[in-house]
């Protein structure tokens, strides 16, 4: 009998407090101004900023259900609030993934340089350099060797600067303590 409903404890979705729901609105807020930091963009095709910084706390706070949420809603209200281009569901399920993939990877997990880089690698290879990439053929219609060159320098070159501002923003004193405090 105990097992029954140790079981059903585990199916049925957690219910979210007050202060998560806030939490995640506030973390919704902060990355809707993290993305309008200038990045270096290279024309349409690639792009270096600091938006997985929100990603990645986002998953290592809230899990990669409710990151997976916060990024998708956060993608939406941004895309909203900028007006310029036009919508493309496929960048909002990158993002969502995205978020999910840090959540995945980092949650109620020690947190190491390894798993960090294990975090940004996967984001890196099926978002950026896969899926991304496959938005931006449909989208423009270019051929995959006028665009991948760019797209897989930038990514190489992003990897390791990202891993290592992730690490070190994770491993700071002051954020672990935040982590611990306010993580689900």
């Known amino acids: ?13 957690r219910k979210v407090t007050t202060s998560q729901l806030t939490l995640m609105a506030v973390m919704i807020a902060a990355r809707i101004v993290l993305s309008f930091i200038p990045s270096l963009n290279f024309g349409n095709l690639a792009e270096i900023g600091l938006g997985f910084v929100g990603t990645a706390f986002s998953g290592i706070l809230f899990g990669p259900l409710f990151a997976l949420l916060v990024s998708t809603v956060t993608d939406l209200i941004t895309f909203f609030i900028s007006g310029s281009g036009f919508f493309f569901p496929g960048f909002t399920l990158s993002a969502a993934l995205g978020g999910w993939i840090y959540g995945w990877v980092l949650w109620r997990k020690p947190i190491s340089w390894k798993r960090v880089f294990v975090a940004v690698l996967l984001v890196t290879l099926i978002i950026n350099l896969g899926l991304n990439s496959v938005w931006i053929r449909m989208m ?5 060797a006028a665009f991948m060159p760019m797209r897989i320098v930038k990514n190489l070159i992003s990897l390791p600067i990202n891993t290592i501002i992730l690490t070190f923003l994770f491993k700071s004193p002051t954020i672990e303590k935040l982590i611990r405090k306010y993580q689900f």
Request: hydrophobic share 35%; glycine share 6%.
């Open 140 to 144: 423009y219609g270019r051929a995959w």
């Open 1 to 13: 009998m105990n097992k029954k409903v140790d079981v059903e404890q585990n199916i049925r979705p």
